[in-house]
């Protein structure tokens, strides 16, 4: 069955950065353009950006371009998010998903506080 783990959430200072992971199983991971999307306490999830199948293009939310990258590593079924220069804002749960599977995992939370 399908399952996405996503994982290196944690609590970091403001201007701190972080790398999170997501494991994918269950589905061809390489056929599946992938999406990060965060949810903060009280608000609605929102999405936070893109890549393609192959990884050759990207795209970001207004509120953290600039700030983040998206990579992914076919090979290893494995998307990243890499996030800098983050910000108390940035406190949210953490979610990858694969565009069109209607799955998502349990995410991990982000935590940015002084």
């Known amino acids: 069955q399908v399952q996405l783990v996503e994982s290196g959430g944690g609590l970091v200072q403001p201007g701190g950065s972080l790398r999170l992971s997501c494991v994918a199983s269950g589905f061809t991971f390489r056929y599946y353009p992938m999406n990060w999307y965060r949810q903060a306490p009280g608000k609605e999830r929102e999405w936070v950006g893109g890549?393609?199948?192959?990884?050759?293009?990207?795209k970001y939310a207004d509120s953290v371009k600039g700030r983040i990258t998206i990579s992914r590593d076919n090979a290893r079924n494995t998307l990243y998010l890499q996030m800098n220069t983050l910000q108390p804002d940035d406190t949210a749960v953490y979610y990858c998903?694969?565009?069109?599977?209607?799955?998502w995992g349990r995410g991990t939370q982000v935590t940015v506080s002084s």
């Open positions: 890549i393609t199948r192959d990884g050759g293009v990207k």
């Open positions: 998903k694969a565009e069109g599977v209607d799955y």
